[in-house]
Antibody, heavy 124, light 107 residues
């Protein structure tokens, strides 16, 4: 079945780095844009970043621009989020999310398949 | 950035009640609006896309309407399994943005 499985979360000190991974299965990964969305404890949803189906286009929320990098390896059906210079306010559950547009070019912008999420805690 | 204002932030209703949530965009977004349901400890689930289209497999008691800046999400007859937080989301422009959420509880 269609599935996204995140990994790589954990506890990290402020200023350090962490890389999240998301393994996709059950669909043609290379045909979809992919996103990261996060949710701080007890808070609402915040979109983080998007990459196009081939990785040629990327866009970031201002809150992470210059610190986070989204990438993908279509040969491995895997999405990544490299997080550098982490701050306490980056503490959240990070969800890997499939864009709702199939072969839609850059992105469509809806989120139709979500992973279970991976928790990132930034604390000294 | 497009701001999404959702109201109320929480509500309590009885089983069988009609429940309505509103979402207002800070600028015209056409019908580029989705609604999601998030149950405690779970990932969100897409319910409504393009403002009024029901995602496959979603019960027909859920519906959405609106265009431009004002949108409405309705549960026609609240069921115990509908206890969740509901979010609107615009996809007219990057950055993609969500409303603040509406927590729905049973009275």
């Amino acid at each position: 079945q269609v599935q996204l499985v995140e990994s790589g979360g954990g506890v990290v000190q402020p200023g350090r780095s962490l890389r999240l991974s998301c393994a996709a299965s059950g669909f043609t990964f290379s045909s979809y844009a992919m996103h990261w969305v996060r949710q701080a404890p007890g808070k609402g949803l915040e979109w983080v970043a998007v990459t196009s189906y081939d990785g040629s286009n990327k866009y970031y929320a201002d809150s992470v621009k210059g610190r986070f990098t989204i990438s993908r390896d279509n040969s491995k059906n895997t999405l990544y989020l490299q997080m550098n210079s982490l701050r306490t306010e980056d503490t959240a559950v990070y969800y890997c999310v499939r864009d709702s547009g199939y072969n839609s070019g850059w992105y469509e912008g809806g989120f139709d398949i979500w992973g279970q999420g991976t928790m990132v805690t930034v604390s000294s | 950035d497009i701001q999404m204002t959702q109201s109320p932030s929480s509500l309590s209703a009885s089983v069988g009640d009609r429940v309505t949530i509103t979402c207002q965009a800070s600028q015209d977004i056409g019908n580029y609006l989705n609604w999601y349901q998030q149950k405690p400890g779970k990932a969100p689930k897409l319910l409504i896309y393009d403002a009024s289209n029901l995602e496959s497999g979603v019960p027909s008691r859920f519906s959405g309407s609106g265009s431009g800046t004002d949108f409405t999400f309705t549960i026609s007859s609240l069921q115990p399994g509908d206890i969740a937080t509901y979010y609107c989301q615009q996809y007219d422009n990057l950055p993609l943005t969500f409303g603040g959420g509406t927590k729905v509880e049973i009275k």
